[in-house]
């Protein structure tokens, strides 16, 4: 299906082709990917909205009774196998989720109307999807990834393989995440379709916010060549520490560090409020319709009311959903507030002539409080001293980062789990990176395999029990395969 193939020797491809990657993005990175040529600006519309849909599935030890020994499977697949067991009864309707939209998008493009939708499913779940046998799944996405009929309609976004939070990743793993999804989906949608993904969807809408870390997540995505990032509305600030003005026009993420060094990205702004009720019943498009232009680098702009939620999870989100979007694309397609994919909607933007360096600029929420007391180039000493003296003084001050939620720490409480997994981190780096194993080598795969799947946030979300536990069996395994590479 792909240039690559998706898997090798039981394994999903998350390394070994990094030429091949870079390559593919290298070469568009000038090119337009979803406005068609000789088209400009935003016609007459007064604003847009756009969705995306988060799609994500672990991948656990629990193909077999002994968890040492059980074979790492996807968590839809032990959920269709035990629907006797809680709310695994929705596992077949979660089945459906990750197809749907491969099967709307067509029939609403047959019937003359302008169906958008952004798509981000993590590496974990393209390969338990595989592995499960779900080929009918990712045919149907592929189909409306590639046909040049329906592929304007669809925007992936790229996202960490193994739907790891970047605050608390190790930074040169995280990188290894964004690369290794970008192997993914490449071997199975094919490297031209990986050159149209430009946007980026952090998992658990986590954004760093300690600036070392933040600097090198903005540098990472840089790298790999991706144009904007989705950020979560409260995670945010702008340099004097107030809360963005405008949140339904673009921003630029300015992320420097304690050395000096910046890096940074246009950023999209999703607003807060119950993301599947808000994604379920197509608020955004309500939203935006109560907006109007605005100003931006002295051209009228219209507002992009922005959301993404679980596409899978939840009642709204498995039964209201396909009606309500059915409706609401009927509805706006060839109106004043229509449905636009992100990328599109820049490129409308850069064909009027407003830049990135016209956006407003952003940082990561409590950045501004650190730079009070402290110049970029002062050296990360001074820096952790500087946090340190803020943590004493007001304990609502954190450099854990943001997340789709404030009550949620990816850190406290979770020593069971992030212990093994840092070892597992620092194995990896020591004894395949620094004595540089060749990225295609097995031994390589098989350890980059089972550290991604360990570092997937599920196994702190949950809380402790059987998820902290498949968590620290994945590390334990990841530890096992580095220290017999001798």
């Not at 830049?355 to 409590?366: A, G, H, R």
Request: aromatic share 10%; hydrophobic share 35%.
């Amino acid at each position: 299906m792909g240039d690559i193939a998706d898997h090798v020797d039981g394994l999903p491809t998350i390394s070994g082709r990094e030429e091949h990657i870079e390559e593919a993005i290298r070469a568009s990175r000038a090119d337009r990917a979803f406005l068609t040529r000789g088209a400009w600006g935003f016609g007459e519309i007064d604003s847009a909205f756009a969705i995306a849909l988060h799609m994500h599935q672990p991948l656990i030890p629990a193909g077999g009774r002994e968890l040492r020994t059980a074979g790492v499977i996807s968590n839809l697949q032990w959920m269709l196998d035990n629907q006797e067991i809680g709310d695994n009864h929705n596992a077949p309707a979660f089945r459906w989720c990750y197809k749907r939209m491969g099967e709307f998008v067509p029939q609403l493009l047959d019937e003359g109307f302008q169906p958008r939708v952004m798509l981000e499913y993590s590496g974990t779940l393209l390969y338990g999807l595989r592995q499960m046998g779900a080929n009918d799944v990712l045919d149907t996405l592929a189909r409306v990834t590639g046909d040049v009929r329906y592929r304007h309609s669809v925007e992936w976004l790229g996202c960490p393989w193994g739907h790891a939070v970047a605050p608390s990743t190790p930074v040169q793993d995280y990188r290894l995440h964004v690369r290794a999804w970008q192997h993914h989906f490449a071997a199975i949608f094919g490297l031209d379709a990986l050159s149209r993904v430009r946007g980026f969807s952090p998992s658990e809408m986590a954004l760093p916010n300690q600036p070392d870390v933040a600097y090198e997540f903005v540098k990472t995505l840089a790298d790999c060549g991706y144009q904007w990032v989705l950020l979560q509305e409260h995670t945010i600030e702008q340099p004097g520490g107030q809360r963005p003005q405008h949140r339904h026009l673009p921003h630029r993420l300015v992320c420097t560090n304690s050395r000096g060094d910046t890096a940074t990205i246009t950023a999209v702004i999703k607003t807060q409020g119950s993301d599947t009720k808000l994604v379920g019943q197509m608020q955004p498009y309500y939203e935006a319709k109560g907006l109007s232009r605005l100003e931006l680098a002295g051209r009228q702009i219209p507002q992009l009311v922005t959301q993404i939620a679980d596409g899978e999870n939840g009642g709204v989100m498995m039964n209201e959903f396909p009606a309500k979007y059915f409706e609401v694309i009927h509805e706006c397609s060839g109106s004043r507030t229509p449905i636009m994919n992100v990328t599109e909607y820049l490129e409308r933007l850069r064909s009027v002539g407003v830049q990135e360096d016209d956006l407003p600029v952003v940082q990561p929420l409590f950045q501004s409080r650190i730079w009070e007391r402290m110049a970029p180039g002062d050296g990360p000493d001074r820096l952790t001293e500087v946090i340190e003296q803020l943590r004493a003084e007001d304990n609502r001050f954190q450099m854990e980062g943001g997340s789709w939620t404030n009550n949620i720490s990816w850190v406290k409480g979770y020593d069971t789990v992030l212990v093994p997994m840092e070892k597992a981190s620092s194995l990896f780096q020591e004894r395949i990176l620094a004595r540089g194993v060749r990225s295609d080598e097995s031994r390589y795969r098989d350890a980059l395999f089972h550290l991604l799947t360990a570092e997937t946030s599920c196994y702190r979300y949950w809380g402790e029990g059987s998820w902290t536990a498949y968590g620290t069996e994945l590390s334990r395994r990841a530890i096992d395969i580095v220290s017999y590479t001798e």
